[in-house]
């Protein structure tokens, strides 16, 4: 089959969007997969579909599948392009879009500037910080640029990790880091995302504060693995850091990919407002096996 699609990224972390407005393609794990597959395939972090409204309260239904197939619950920096690309195919005319998730209802507004806010519902925290014992974790590769003993913040870790857990629709891990530069994500990130611990696996956020309205954030992906951004981490990260007591309630979130804006309220009733940029890169069809 030969479908077409729109590539776009939000902070690089980046997208291929399907319109499934006029029907459904009908497309399986294995062809998200591909489509996802950055050799055999467009190459993205995540698969957005754009769906007709299931019902009269929202405009329309926005449905997510991660790189390994599988679909999620929530894509913040997905949402933002989600609404740029609605607009950019005329598809609504709306500056004020609201979309049904697997996560419930999330509204995207279109600013001025050319950027979009996202009201990203509210953080839901598990009540205690998990340890993890590093001790179980195998010495990294020779030459992984990693150190051993689990070196966390120059500290070697024999001590547990502890993690702060919350969700934003999608489940967030969340660790303190002194430098995200030198953080082990490469071996705690598979580690807690997949660990028994998290049945339905886990998104891992390793976050440094620079100051009460900055941090910066990197975030190894459910499903994926470390992306360039996470606009769910980065609303889950400063929740974590407003309930520690770490953050304000306004925060400049800095990730590899690019800068996010993140507020929130510190009750658990607040909503989570995450603004960033959202970018159409280019357009294209591909020719898809029929069965997969
Ligand atoms: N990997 C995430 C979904 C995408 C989240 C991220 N791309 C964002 O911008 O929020 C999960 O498995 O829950």
């Given at each position: 089959m030969q479908i077409r699609f729109t590539k776009m990224q939000g902070a690089g972390n980046d997208f291929v969007v399907l319109d499934?407005?006029?029907?459904?393609?009908?497309?399986t794990p294995a062809h998200y997969r591909l489509l996802a597959d950055r050799h055999f395939g467009v190459g993205a972090d995540q698969i957005l579909s754009v769906r007709p409204?299931?019902?009269?309260?929202?405009d329309f239904e926005y449905v997510i599948h991660n790189a390994d197939g599988g679909e999620v619950q929530q894509c913040g920096n997905g949402a933002r392009c989600f609404a740029r690309y609605v607009r950019e195919r005329g598809l609504t005319h709306k500056d004020r879009i609201r979309v049904q998730t697997r996560a419930g209802v999330i509204t995207l507004q279109l600013t001025p500037d050319g950027e979009v806010t996202v009201d990203m519902g509210c953080p839901v925290f598990e009540p205690a910080r998990v340890p993890f014992d590093t001790r179980g974790l195998q010495p990294v590769p020779q030459g992984s640029g990693q150190k051993w003993p689990l070196m966390l913040d120059g500290q070697a870790q024999a001590a547990p990790v502890f993690v702060s857990v919350v969700s934003m629709g999608n489940p967030h891990a969340v660790l303190l880091v002194e430098d995200v530069d030198t953080a082990p994500v490469a071996q705690l990130g598979p580690w807690i995302e997949s660990h028994p611990r998290f049945p339905e696996r886990v998104n891992v956020g390793f976050l440094q504060v620079v100051a009460r309205d900055h941090v910066r954030l990197r975030v190894y992906e459910r499903?994926?693995?470390?992306?360039?951004?996470c606009g769910t981490g980065a609303c889950a990260a400063v929740a974590v850091g407003v309930r520690l007591g770490l953050l304000d309630h306004a925060v400049q979130v800095d990730t590899r990919g690019g800068r996010l804006r993140i507020a929130w309220g510190?009750?658990?009733a607040d909503p989570v407002f995450m603004t960033g940029p959202a970018t159409t890169v280019f357009e294209g069809q591909i020719r898809l096996p029929d069965t997969l």
């Open positions: 499934e407005t006029q029907g459904r393609l009908n497309l409204a299931p019902t009269p309260e929202v499903g994926v693995g470390e992306t360039l951004a510190g009750r658990d």
